[in-house]
């Protein structure tokens, strides 16, 4: 079977922040590596927007992420308020500055993630990133492992990491099942540049806003606030999506004169999955590939970019010759176990309590946080949990 650039030593699959972010600890190892991207061009979508400090901790060892924060915004504190309570807990970032350098969120949407990562490919004579490059075939032999392309191109290389999405081509290739859970509700998303702290003055830039018929996550990016409601069950798309419906859910925020200022709207259905292995012999599964679950606290696109940090230097370890094969079978051990056991458990308690109809329960939760809020041991205990911390996700065993 011919193949199209026989030297390269990784393929990658799929060119979001996972995939990108691969290439360059590859690339800057003096690996040679091939981004296959599906699209024409670096997708531009708005989806994760939220940077823990682990994720900027490893940013900055790859010299990102002075880039980033000239991109995003620097958020220290969130909240979870209640529709008719208000603000309920202010919880403080601040608290990690013995555990972090980065004792904050970065908002900034991954698209501008990749475009960094791209700049700082650029020149680099290890890494090149095709588009218009969809994998269909995988292929594992005795010395490397083979993809083709929609377009009749074969590439092998060494190894092959698919970081190609929730629908991941790759993991399908290989046989990777991914069980789990889809949430009853769908999720609406919808960005307005509407000011909205301008007439919410006490609001912070990422909120969890509780409420038993019609909770919502409502943050700020460097461009637009962004509101997540959930959608009932037997509401169609089109009501879901039509004007007047967005509009009706916004004013839910608060009172303000006139039409809200809309710049797009995304509809969704929300997975809770994990694949039942992170590597199939010379192939392996990241980021969305590999898990996927509630963007309740935004640890998805972060977890991703942990396995990929996590992942690459063992690869350029191996094909330095610096480490046995087998030292990759870490990677789905570690890296499994943060998804099932940190990740997973996280975004659905986060998503149970949003949506909590019991009165009493609701009130039980609310003083709970409160009293965090008021006991310094528990409160840095608490933010540590939400930010990935004390999972030590950003630790490479």
């Known amino acids: 079977m011919p193949t ?15 995939g ?9 190892s003096g690996v040679s590596v091939t981004v296959l991207e599906a699209g024409s061009e670096l997708s531009t979508q708005s989806r994760a927007s939220t940077f823990h400090p682990p994720t900027l901790e490893m940013l900055e060892e790859y010299g990102m992420l002075g880039a980033l924060r000239e991109e995003g915004l620097d958020v220290p504190t969130f909240q979870y308020r209640d529709r008719k309570e208000g603000l309920v807990a202010e919880l403080d970032l601040s608290l990690l500055a013995r555990d972090t350098p980065y004792p904050f969120r970065v908002q900034c949407e991954q698209s501008k993630l990749t475009r960094i990562v791209l700049d700082h490919l650029t020149g680099n004579d290890h890494a090149r990133v095709l588009f218009d490059a969809q994998v269909t075939e995988v292929d594992q032999h005795e010395n490397g492992v083979t993809v083709r392309l929609a377009d009749g191109r074969d590439f092998t290389a060494s190894y092959l990491i698919g970081a190609d999405g929730a629908s991941s081509v790759v993991r399908k290739q290989v046989g990777g099942k991914f069980g789990g859970i889809t949430y009853p509700e769908r999720y609406i998303v919808i960005s307005t540049q509407e000011d909205i702290k301008a007439w919410i003055p006490d609001i912070a830039y990422v909120n969890y806003i509780s409420d038993p018929d019609e909770w919502l996550v409502l943050l ?6 962004r509101a997540m409601f959930p959608v009932r069950e037997g509401v169609s798309d089109e009501e879901a999506l039509d004007p007047e419906n967005v509009q009706r859910l916004l004013g839910t925020i608060g009172d303000k004169d006139g039409a809200w200022p809309i710049l797009h709207t995304t509809l969704y259905r929300v997975h809770q999955r994990v694949a039942n292995a992170y590597r199939f012999g010379r192939v392996f599964l990241a980021g969305d590939a590999a898990h996927i679950n509630n963007p309740l606290g935004g640890l998805g696109m972060n977890s991703g970019l942990h396995d990929v940090y996590h992942l690459a230097p063992l690869i350029a370890d191996v094909l330095k010759g610096a480490a046995d094969d087998q030292v990759l079978d870490s990677y789905d051990r570690e890296r499994r176990r943060v998804s099932q056991e940190y990740v997973a458990i996280e975004t659905d308690k986060n998503w149970r309590k949003l949506r909590e109809t019991d009165e009493v329960e609701r009130r039980a939760w609310q003083d709970e946080l409160r009293a965090i809020v008021a006991d310094p041991i528990r409160h840095l205990d608490y933010v540590r949990g939400s930010c990935m911390l004390s999972a030590n996700a950003n630790a490479r065993s």
Do not use: C, D, K
Not at 6 to 18: M, T
Not at 220 to 225: A, E, F
């Open 220 to 225: 700020r990016t460097p461009q637009h606030w």
């Open 20 to 28: 990108m972010f691969a290439a360059f600890i590859l690339a800057r």
């Open 4 to 18: 199209e650039s026989p030297e390269q030593q990784v393929l990658i699959a799929g060119a979001g922040p996972v």
